[in-house]
Nanobody, 120 residues
Framework: QVQLVESGGGLVQPGGSLRLSCAAS????????VGWYRQAPGQQRELVAV???????NYADSVKDRFTISRDDAKNTVYLKKKSMKPEDTAVYYC??????????????WGQGTQVTVSS
């Protein structure tokens, strides 16, 4: 069984920085895709950043040049580093991953989410 656990959320002042982590555990053969999503109160969940197995990344226009997604394959962990944060970045952040397990089945998994609040 595969689990995704996000961490690193919290309260940060406008202009500040934060790094989120998404750690995958269980019987993992390969992590093919990881995306960070966020959902603000009353809003739909939106895709913020993605990274695929070859290292290619893509970002939503609203976070481009402020957020950086990266991965540490040895730790089965993906990071989202955020700088120059704005109040509109306040949301619950979720990671989503497409993973091939040790039995070579492939599935899509979600973490439980981590709250990020940008406020002075």
């Amino acid at each position: 069984q595969v689990q995704l656990v996000e961490s690193g959320g919290g309260l940060v002042q406008p202009g500040g920085s934060l790094r989120l982590s998404c750690a995958a555990s269980g019987s993992i053969f390969s992590i093919n895709y990881v995306g960070w999503y966020r959902q603000a109160p009353g809003q739909q969940r939106e895709l913020v950043a993605v990274i695929i197995s070859g290292g290619t990344t893509n970002y939503a226009d609203s976070v481009k040049d402020r957020f950086t997604i990266s991965r540490d394959d040895a730790k089965n962990t993906v990071y989202l580093k955020k700088k120059s944060m704005k109040p509109e970045d306040t949301a619950v952040y979720y990671c989503n991953a497409r993973i091939t397990t040790g039995t070579l089945g492939t599935g899509t998994y979600w973490g439980q989410g981590t709250q990020v609040t940008v406020s002075s």
